[in-house]
């Protein structure tokens, strides 16, 4: 399932709440969903992988990205009628890159945001650039992490409440699947990736 989202921006007092709908793809990875706008506003529309919200509170891991989800696009609704239909081209996100998030004893850090923002992408196929966005993940209660991406360069870094993000690494995953982090080779088992976040002695009380 994946949920398709239109937001009017934050300072939109009256639809600032993202409208919202989840659809299912079929066998063909097609799908359908319609949503309720109001006239004579301009929405960002975006989908994603489905987030049950109710769990989501409970503390559960944020889902899975096996696509790359594509740049939002904007919805202008006329004061009367129904907006133009708008078509999301998903890419599947084949290639994975495991890590760990650790602190600077090399201790896993449990839950904390990974992220890969993309520098470019690249087809499978041809090997021309296109556009993409990038890919998100949660660290496990041992740090580690999974991203799936496609091809492409992306800068990746994680962050963790009340710890400062850590340093961005560069990392480039070829056509073949294959990923480099400043001309070295990663490997999922030898040589994962791994990212450093610093935690902080400093606490903040009051009543």
């Not at 063909?28 to 004579?40: H, R, V, Y």
């Not at 890969?116 to 990038?134: E, I, L, V, W």
């Amino acid at each position: 399932m994946v949920d398709v989202f239109c937001s009017a921006g934050a300072f939109d007092s009256q639809s600032s709440v993202p409208v919202m709908a989840t659809t299912t793809l079929n066998g063909s990875g097609a799908g359908t969903a319609s949503l309720i706008l109001e006239p004579s506003k301009t929405y960002d529309c975006g989908v994603g992988p489905h987030i049950d919200f109710g769990e989501f509170d409970k503390g559960s891991q944020v889902p899975e990205f096996k696509f790359m989800p594509p740049k939002p696009q904007q919805v202008v609704v006329p004061s009367s009628g129904n907006p133009t239909a708008i078509t999301f081209t998903l890419t599947v996100a084949a290639n994975t890159l495991r890590g760990k998030v650790v602190d600077s004893s090399g201790s896993g850090i449990a839950n904390a945001f990974v992220f890969a923002n993309p520098q470019g992408c690249f087809d499978s196929t041809t090997g021309a650039h296109k556009d993409c966005m990038g890919g998100f993940s949660q660290s496990t209660s041992t740090g580690g992490f999974l991203l799936n991406v496609s091809p492409g360069s992306y800068e990746v870094g994680a962050g963790a409440p009340g710890m400062p993000n850590g340093q961005l690494v560069e990392v480039t995953v070829d056509t073949d699947g294959n990923a480099t982090s400043g001309g070295v080779a990663l490997n999922n088992t030898t040589n994962p990736l791994t990212l450093k976040l610093a935690k902080t002695s400093v606490s903040i009380s009051g009543t």
